[in-house]
């Protein structure tokens, strides 16, 4: 098994072959604008997950998909090539569904930003109902239930 520091570099030198060998090599029509965003090598550095995003539409992704899983076998023997090492591991393609999630969380925050602006809208010209100062103070005195003595309020 590899000490961490091993794998995250292997790692990272899988991407940086991936994304030139995608660049230069795979001439596949179906190749969209491709990222690869990260690689995860396993401990035993015999598998590699590579994410990737497309710029584009759901139409893109697949075409995408298909044309990585189609030149992966060339992809691999470059990584193999570039990489030195005794074993190369097999690659797996998956995409990255971290740009899909932050443009929702925009979304999200964008709309909680024009509803607190609504609201802070409302409230610019209210007014409290009731009296000014609805709370009791410490100098208010009430007097005993039986009648006797005035007890003063904590």
């Known amino acids: ?22 660049e230069k090599r795979v001439k596949d029509p179906r190749l ?18 590579v994410f990737y995003t497309v710029f ?42 971290v740009p899909a999630a932050a443009a929702e969380l925009d979304a999200l925050l964008r709309r909680a930003k024009e509803h607190d602006a609504q609201v802070a809208e409302l409230a610019r010209d209210a007014v409290p109902a009731g009296e000014a100062d609805p709370y009791r103070s410490a100098d208010t005195v009430d007097e005993d239930p039986e009648g006797q003595d005035e007890v003063p309020r904590p």
Do not use: H
């Open 56 to 97: 584009g539409d759901d139409a893109d992704l697949e075409g995408t998909r298909a044309a990585l899983e189609s030149s992966k076998g060339l992809i691999r023997s470059e990584v193999g090539k570039g990489l030195r090492i005794r074993l190369t591991p097999s690659l797996e393609f998956v995409a990255d569904s």
């Open 1 to 22: 098994m590899a000490d961490a520091t091993r794998a995250r570099k292997i790692a990272d030198r899988i991407k940086v072959i991936v994304a030139q060998t995608l």
């Open 32 to 49: 969209g604008f491709v990222t690869v965003t990260e690689v995860r090598v396993t401990g035993d550095l015999q598998n590699a997950t």
